[in-house]
């Protein structure tokens, strides 16, 4: 058989036993690649296969590491990796806590992937998320797998460039339509056959069910926002910092304790549901008092297409809504940042129609508070919160 003709073989190897997989599997561009050891992915639904490597390959054995790559572009490993902020080798490590969030998964009736771990390699049991394996889990010795950007985020060097068309690979928007689509494929199987797989009944139904408390949310974001700059940081999903375990007893001094000041960019502009922006005012003003902000160190910008003039406000109420038509907030968020002082947080509320700063701030967090349906995502660098209409069921769901 050609390459090619493996390939095609593989994949339909993987479609017939994991069915409810096919459309993310069918989406997939193969490329071919040295030096990947055997089969990698990225986040744009690339797979790279080494030829060499894989000639021996039945088509199981090369079919179940698709359905393992898809694993991770559809549960979002790249961007959980992010959050938790990789160091040096925790990397391979991570590789590790993804590779056995998927693999329990799989059945046992055929090959597993190539030296990839399951959560008894990890000295842990089944059906955990890849963040408690990552927390808990015992390092491997000597292991080498690394799956790609798709796993860790980190683009390897046989990676090629982000798509610029749609025959390069599959962009955000897409991405999220497939995994919506195999969400649904997953939730419909299971009342057909009853035999989906647990951990992916459970992503599935997080994932459709994506209603969330937004409260608890944006909460939870804000508190960790406020905490990781004051320095009471919870370690709960992240590992110390390398110099802090070097050595234990010197407290790095420029993170204790300090109240973070936080400016509030307000988008104004027609498109915004003025009954959502005033419950997010609220909201945030609450929770910014509760978390020890004091109200005089938030400073409120209201934006259109040109930021007003900085408001100080001692709470939402007394924000006064103008403008109307477009909306650029990189005019707001400029102006927060170029006001003295410095904010440490700049929390955003936007409906997403809007520009963002082409990089990330420095050493200023940037929360975006996102109203309405289906907004537009923010870039990477800034932490999202979306904030549906609450006329809505809510539906309360484990999230990462
Ligand atoms: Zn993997």
Redesign the pocket.
């Known amino acids: 058989m050609t390459p090619a003709e493996r390939l095609a073989s593989a994949r339909l190897w993987a479609a017939y036993h994991y069915p409810y997989m096919a459309s993310a599997l069918f989406a997939v561009r193969f490329v071919s690649a040295e030096n990947v050891g055997g089969v990698a992915a990225d986040e744009h639904f690339r797979i790279y296969v080494d030829h060499a490597q894989t000639s021996s390959w039945t088509s199981e054995l090369l079919g179940v590491e698709m359905v393992?790559?898809v694993g991770?572009l559809l549960r979002g490993h790249a961007s959980r990796a992010r959050e938790i902020g990789l160091v040096g080798d925790d990397l391979l490590h991570w590789?590790d806590s993804?590779?056995a969030e998927?693999n329990d998964d799989l059945s046992n009736t055929h090959a597993a992937?190539v030296d990839?771990a399951l959560p008894v390699d990890l000295g842990l049991a089944p059906s955990l998320f890849a963040e408690e394996y990552f927390v808990n889990g015992e390092r491997r010795a000597g292991t080498q797998?690394d799956?790609g950007s798709a796993?860790h985020g980190d683009p390897r060097q046989w990676e090629e460039p982000p798509p610029s068309s749609d025959i390069d690979g599959i962009r955000k928007g897409e991405t999220d339509l497939i995994r919506r689509r195999v969400a649904s494929e997953i939730l419909s199987h299971e009342q057909r056959h009853g035999s989906s797989p647990a951990g992916l009944l459970r992503w599935a139904n997080s994932l459709l069910n994506s209603r969330v408390d937004w409260r608890r949310e944006l909460g939870a974001t804000l508190r960790r926002g406020v905490a990781e700059i004051s320095g009471a940081v919870d370690y709960s999903y992240r590992r110390p910092s390398r110099r802090a375990g070097c050595s234990p007893d010197v407290v790095l001094p420029s993170l204790r304790h300090r109240v973070p000041r936080v400016s509030v960019v307000c988008d104004t502009s027609a498109s915004m549901n003025e009954n959502l922006l005033t419950e997010a005012l609220t909201e945030i003003d609450g929770l910014l008092a509760a978390s020890g902000v004091r109200l005089d160190a938030v400073s409120v910008f209201t934006c259109d297409a040109e930021a007003g003039p900085a408001q100080l406000v001692r709470s939402a109420s007394e924000i006064t809504l103008v403008g109307g038509g477009g909306t650029d907030l990189t005019v707001g968020i400029d102006a927060a940042v170029q006001s003295s002082p410095r904010p440490d947080l700049v929390v955003v509320i936007t409906d997403g129609w809007t520009p963002w700063p082409t990089s990330t701030l420095r050493t200023i967090r940037v929360l975006a508070v996102l109203l309405g349906e289906n907004p537009p995502a923010p870039p990477g660098w800034v932490q999202a919160v979306a904030i549906k209409d609450m006329a809505s069921p809510t539906v309360e769901v484990e999230t990462h």
């Open positions: 393992h790559q991770h590789v993804v590779d998927i992937p990839s797998r799956c796993a």
